[in-house]
C-alpha cells in the first residue's frame, strides 16, 4: 500500500517508515489544502493534522483513497458526507491528550489569574522589578463553568476540585452520575454563561456548537468573567469575543485555538492557495487584533503538545492504520 503522511516533524517519520516495513511511506511538509501533490494522488492511505482541509474537491483528486488517518480528536476539517460518499473510511484519535489538554486549561487559567505574563514581560523586557499593577486573584471558591462534560471536560472538572472551586457545567449529554460523584451541578448554556467567573470550553466543532458563545448571548456572560477556549476556534464568534473586550463584558480570555486559525500562522497561503472569502480575512484580521490585545492571551494550537501526549497521538494513529489494513477499523468517525 502506498500511505502518504502531511505536517509530520521529521524526527517522527522514521517511525512510521519502521511501522509500515512493506508499505510505501511517503513524507510532505506542509498542510493538505486545495491541490494534492502528484506523488500523494495514488495513496491508498493518507495521514493529516488539523490544518489539512479533505473537502470534496480535494478527495476528487484521489484515485485510489480508501482511508483517511487523521492525527487528531476533532475532525471538523474533514467532510466525512463527501468521505463516505467516496468509500473512504476516516479515523481519529479520541483520548490521546485528555490529561494534557486539561492540565494546559489551568496552564492558561494561571497565567490569567495571576498575571504571570505580565509580571514575566515586565521584567524581562521592561527590567521594572516590581508587583505594581500585577494583583491578581485567587481560583479558591471562584465558580468554573465547563462547557462539555466529556473526557477532557471532566478532568478539568477533578482538577477544579484540587483548587477547591466550584464548578457548573452545560452538556447537551450530561452525566448525572458523574456529576453526584464529583458534587457538581449541571445548568442551561444561559445560566451557566451568567454565573460563571470562569468559562471554559470543551466540545467538538460541529453544527451544534458552531458560534455557540456569539453576539446574541455574549451580554450574557457575567460580567468580569474570563474565558478560556482550548477546544476549536468557530465554538466561538471571534465577533463577538472582540465586542466583549471592547465593551468590558469580560476581563480577558485565554485562547489556544482561534478561527482560521491556520491562516493566522501564515496569512499569504489564504492568498495563495485559496480564493479568501470576506469572512475568513476578517477572522485572520480580528485573530491579530486578539494576539496582540492586553487583556488576552494567546497560543499557537498548543495544548495538546507534551512529550506523552504526541507519542500517544503517534503510536495510536499506527494502531488505526494498521487495524485497518487488517479488515478490522477502530476508532472510526461515523458522522460529522
Known amino acids: 500500500m502506498k500511505l502518504a503522511f502531511f505536517e509530520v516533524d521529521s524526527l517522527d517519520q522514521k517511525i512510521y517508515i519502521n511501522a509500515f516495513p512493506q ?38 483528486q484521489f484515485s485510489r483513497l480508501k482511508f483517511i488517518a487523521q492525527r487528531a480528536t476533532g475532525y471538523d476539517n474533514i467532510d466525512i458526507d463527501a468521505a463516505i460518499k467516496y468509500g473512504i473510511q476516516v ?37 521594572y522589578f516590581s508587583h505594581k499593577n500585577l494583583q491578581g486573584f485567587d481560583l479558591y471558591k471562584k465558580k468554573l463553568g465547563v462547557v462539555g462534560t466529556g473526557n477532557i471536560g471532566k478532568k478539568v472538572i477533578g482538577i477544579a476540585q484540587g483548587f477547591e472551586m466550584e464548578v457548573i457545567a452545560y452538556d447537551i449529554f450530561p452525566d448525572h452520575k458523574y456529576a453526584h460523584l464529583m458534587k457538581f451541578s449541571y445548568c442551561s448554556f444561559e445560566d451557566l454563561l451568567s454565573q460563571s467567573d470562569i468559562i471554559t470550553f470543551h466540545v467538538p466543532l460541529n453544527k451544534v456548537t458552531h458560534y455557540m458563545l456569539n453576539k446574541k448571548n455574549i451580554s450574557l456572560v457575567k460580567k468580569g468573567a474570563y474565558i478560556i477556549n482550548t477546544a476549536r476556534g468557530g465554538v466561538i464568534e471571534t465577533d463577538a469575543l472582540v465586542e466583549a473586550l471592547d465593551k468590558n463584558i469580560i ?10 486559525e491556520c491562516f ?19 477572522a485572520v484580521l480580528e485573530n491579530h487584533y486578539l494576539i496582540n490585545h ?31 489494513q487488517k479488515g478490522k477499523p477502530i476508532n472510526l468517525v461515523l458522522k460529522r
Open 264 to 282: 493566522t500562522r501564515d496569512p499569504l497561503s489564504l492568498l495563495i492557495d485559496n480564493s479568501p472569502e470576506k469572512n475568513e480575512l476578517k
Open 23 to 60: 508499505d510505501e511511506v511517503i513524507f510532505f511538509d506542509g498542510e493538505l489544502i486545495n491541490n494534492v501533490p502528484l506523488a500523494a494522488r495514488d495513496a491508498d492511505v493518507i495521514s493529516i493534522f488539523v490544518c489539512s482541509r479533505i473537502t470534496a474537491e480535494v478527495l476528487k
Open 91 to 127: 479515523a481519529s484519535v479520541p483520548d490521546y491528550a485528555v490529561q494534557t489538554v486539561a492540565e494546559y486549561v489551568f496552564a492558561l487559567l494561571l497565567c490569567l489569574s495571576r498575571k504571570i505574563y505580565d509580571a514575566y514581560y515586565r521584567l524581562r523586557h521592561e527590567h
Open 294 to 324: 492586553p487583556k488576552v492571551i494567546v497560543t499557537p494550537h498548543n495544548a495538546f503538545n507534551s512529550y506523552e501526549a504526541m507519542r500517544r497521538l503517534i503510536f495510536n494513529t499506527i494502531e488505526n492504520i494498521i487495524a485497518w
Open 251 to 260: 476581563a480577558g480570555a485565554a485562547l489556544d485555538v482561534l478561527e482560521e
